[in-house]
Each structure stands twice: as C-alpha cells, then as structure tokens.
C-alpha cells in the first residue's frame, strides 16, 4: 500500500490547512490512520488517529492540538484528512501519514510501531 500526502504549505499563524492522504487500495472494514509530525532536529511525534472498525470510528489526539485539528474519513475520495486550524509557529514541522489495516489498542495508536504502511511528508510551516 502507498500512501500520497499532500496539503502543505505556508500559513501565518492563526490560519487552517487541510491535509489529506491518499491510499493506493480501497480501504478494508478495518484500518487505522494517523497523522505524525518532525520538526528539524525532533523525534516524530503523533498528531492524531482514526480507528475504523466495522462502522466504528475512534479518535485520538495529541494534547497540543485538541480543538484546532479534526482527522476524518471522505469515504468517496477514499482519503483521510487532517484539518488544521489556528495554527501556530510551534506546528510546524513534515507531516506524515500512516495506516495500518488493524485495530491497535487504543493506547497504542499514539505509537509510530502500530503503522505497517508510510507516505512521504508534506511540509507545514506556520509564520508568527
């Protein structure tokens, strides 16, 4: 499976992106996105997932962005996306898109290890 990540650009800070990731197959009854950031010089850190499993839908997120991004399924674009609002210089950083076709536990979604499956990142930089 590959992913295609796309959605990045340049933002003042208090603006939106959306990122959205694409799949290389249809996705199955069962999958888990997530979302992942790295600034230069910083470990990968999570930024929020989605788990799906048989019409049930589980989300999580990162402290640092509860209420200012939303992760969601377009079921008929067969992406997932990443809407990010009022953003701040601090979020800028490559972000990554990852799935795995499996249920991880809900603590493990945070985890870069639950993902099988990478697309390339997509840069965001937030000016001050």
């Known amino acids: 499976v590959q992913l295609q990540a796309s959605g990045g650009g340049l933002v003042q800070a208090g603006g939106s992106l959306r990122l959205s990731c694409a799949p290389s197959?249809?996705?199955?009854?069962?999958?888990?996105m997530g979302w992942f950031r790295q600034a230069p010089g910083k470990e990968r850190e999570f930024v929020a997932a989605m788990r799906w499993t048989s019409g049930n839908t589980h989300y999580r997120y990162a402290d640092s962005v509860k209420g200012r991004f939303t992760i969601s399924r377009d079921n008929t674009k067969n992406t997932v996306s990443l809407q990010m609002n009022n953003l701040k210089p601090e979020d800028t950083a490559a972000h990554y898109c990852?799935?795995?076709?499996?249920?991880?536990?809900?603590?493990?979604?945070?985890?870069?290890?639950?993902?099988?499956?990478w697309g390339q990142g997509t840069q965001v930089t937030v000016s001050s």
């Open positions: 990852a799935l795995t076709e499996r249920a991880p536990i809900f603590g493990y979604l945070n985890s870069p290890g639950a993902y099988d499956y």
């Open positions: 197959t249809r996705t199955f009854s069962t999958f888990t």
